[in-house]
């Protein structure tokens, strides 16, 4: 059986590492063609482990494309394009890839000694918090805005917000679109696509690119990044309707991670943290957190303390393989970014995301990725941070949790 759950472990790393760098595609897109396996596999708990290791993998390297190529895996890492695109356009690359790399792992390994000692108490916290998450995340809302500063921009964020979350409560509770690739549109126009719009137009090139293992920040402000990124990781994974860009976007403000390195550090965290705890979400609170989990679900209906053991031991094992993978890759990718004319990269790009929106979304999901884009090029062009955009999530979020959707719903007419 060890046998058994060591190659599986490896067929989903490898699997991982595949999906991770291919932007668009999720382990949520091939979790039916796992879950129609479960007649041919004589133990589901091979499955469970393939599908465990799988998630873990792709949580490591999907920040690759959102940092090299500007390109976001769905909600959990867009954020990540803004820093990454930063310390990219300084040389600092392959630094922006290991700081994400260790705030995962280190805050992977927190997460797993943290369900180990407090797994019991989950479902409290669960039942503590859930009635009042809604004020932690207007609270965000208002910081974003005010930080803005002048009037003018104050005035022009809150549009931003405003038309963002409306663009998110019509794309969350509509089925034009299907829902489990909704989110890929929206954040590819936002996010990649007028960014790299931007790039093209003022001729952006990559500078030749720094491999080496410094790593311009102190370890007070790394370990800080990481705490708050556990902490916000595991309420993202016990919480429904908050996802991990919505926590990105409060420790920004909240926890002062204004610095592109640190930011950077506390979204890996919560990536990994959230990943583990909705991985162990059916065991803690009883209740899967993620299309993963969901999947786990069908496949073992009954889960046990040994199965969440087998879990975290496969969880562990996945990322001490991965992590080395993803810093030979950050370090290999530059070597040859460096050598391509970024004008044709970005077209390329945008042309293949252009495409895969139109694949897995269709002709609606493409006209949602032209109008999230010009929200997105809305930003650069009045000058306002393009985390304002987070509306997408944030007042879906704050409506469900205030028991608005019925109201809101009713008036778009959805």
């Not at 909240?254 to 943290?273: K, M, P, Q, W, Y």
């Amino acid at each position: 059986m060890l046998l058994e759950i060591f190659l599986f472990s490896l067929f989903g790393i490898v699997l991982g590492v595949i999906l991770g760098l291919l932007p668009g595609l999720h382990l949520n897109n091939i979790l039916p063609l796992f879950a129609s396996l479960v007649f041919l596999i004589p133990n589901p708990h091979y499955l469970t482990v393939l599908i465990v290791s799988t998630a873990i993998a792709q949580v490591f390297t999907s920040f690759i494309p959102s940092i090299f190529l500007g390109s976001p895996d769905g909600d959990s890492n867009a954020l990540s394009i803004l820093p990454g695109h930063r310390l990219l356009l300084e040389g600092r690359g392959y630094e922006a890839i290991r700081l994400t790399v260790i705030g995962g792992f280190i805050s992977l390994i927190i997460s797993i000694i943290f369900i180990l000692f407090f797994g019991n108490y989950f479902a409290l916290l669960y039942n503590i918090i859930r009635p009042y998450i809604a004020y932690p995340l207007l609270a965000v809302v208002f910081f974003m805005v005010l930080s803005e500063k002048h009037i003018k921009k104050i005035l022009f964020a809150t549009l931003i917000v405003v038309l963002s979350g409306i663009l998110g409560m019509l794309v969350l509770n509509s089925s034009i679109v299907p829902q489990q690739n909704a989110l890929f549109p929206t954040f590819a126009g936002l996010f990649a696509i007028s960014i790299l719009i931007t790039s093209i137009a003022e001729n952006s090139k990559i500078p030749k690119q720094q491999i080496d293992t410094e790593l311009k920040t102190s370890k007070v402000n790394i370990s800080k990044a990481i705490v708050l990124g556990v902490i916000a990781g595991v309420l993202v994974g016990l919480l429904p309707a908050v996802g991990v860009s919505q926590a990105a976007t409060f420790m920004q403000y909240i926890g002062g991670l204004g610095e592109a390195r640190t930011f950077l550090v506390t979204l890996s965290g919560i990536n990994t943290a959230n990943e583990v705890v909705s991985l162990n979400s059916l065991y803690l609170i009883d209740n899967p957190r993620s299309g993963a989990s969901v999947a786990i679900e069908r496949i073992l209906p009954e889960i046990s303390f040994y199965d969440v053991l087998l879990f975290l031991g496969v969880i562990f094992f996945a990322a001490g393989i991965v992590v080395p993978i993803t810093l030979y890759l950050g370090r290999t990718i530059p070597r040859f970014l460096v050598k391509i004319n970024y004008t044709i990269l970005s077209l390329s790009v945008l042309s293949f995301l252009v495409l895969m929106i139109t694949v897995m979304t269709g002709i609606y999901g493409l006209l949602i990725g032209i109008t999230a884009t010009g929200i997105g090029l809305l930003c650069t062009y009045v000058g306002v941070r393009r985390s304002n955009c987070m509306g997408i999530l944030l007042l879906p979020s704050i409506s469900f949790f205030l028991g608005f959707n019925p109201l809101i719903l009713t008036l778009l007419n959805i």
